[in-house]
Nanobody, 124 residues
Framework: QVRLVESGGGLVQAGDSLRLSCAAS????????MGWFRQAPGKEREFVAT????????NYADSVKGRFTISRDNAKNTVYLEMNSLKPEDTAVYYC?????????????????WGQGTQVTVSS
C-alpha cells in the first residue's frame, strides 16, 4: 500500500520560513519524480515544484521561484519543500505527489499517488 505523509505545515507570519516534508512508503521512491502542489479554498490545485528521480532536475512555479527549494533524500524516501520569504498568498493546503515515471511534470493529472496534505497559513 502506497502512502505519502506530509508534515511541517503551520501558521506563520509573512517573511517567515517553513520546511515541509513528505515521507513515502510502499513504492520504489528512488525511481519516481515527486512534486509539491497547493490548493487554496475555492481554487484548483496548482503546481509548486517538482524534482526528478535523482534530484538532478527541478522545476518551480514562477510564483515561488527564488523563494522555495525542493529536494529529496532517496535513502530516507522523503521529499522536502523549503519555503522562505512566505507571503499571505502562499496560504493553502500543500500536497505532495508521486509520479510513476522518473521525469518531472507540472500538472496534477500526471501524478499517481497523493498525500493527505498539510495546511500552511501565512498571516500578514
Amino acid at each position: 500500500q502506497v502512502r505519502l505523509v506530509e508534515s511541517g505545515g503551520g501558521l506563520v507570519q509573512a517573511g517567515d520560513s517553513l520546511r515541509l516534508s513528505c515521507a513515502a512508503s510502499g513504492l520504489t521512491f528512488s525511481d519516481y519524480a515527486m512534486g509539491w502542489f497547493r490548493q487554496a479554498p475555492g481554487k484548483e490545485r496548482e503546481f509548486v515544484a517538482t524534482i526528478s528521480w535523482r534530484g538532478a532536475i527541478k522545476n518551480y512555479a514562477d510564483s515561488v521561484k527564488g523563494r522555495f527549494t525542493i529536494s529529496r533524500d532517496n535513502a530516507k524516501n522523503t521529499v522536502y519543500l523549503e519555503m522562505n520569504s512566505l507571503k499571505p498568498e502562499d496560504t493553502a493546503v500543500y500536497y505532495c505527489g508521486s509520479r510513476r515515471a522518473p521525469q518531472v511534470a507540472v500538472t496534477p493529472r500526471e501524478y499517481y499517488y497523493w498525500g493527505q496534505g498539510t495546511q500552511v497559513t501565512v498571516s500578514s
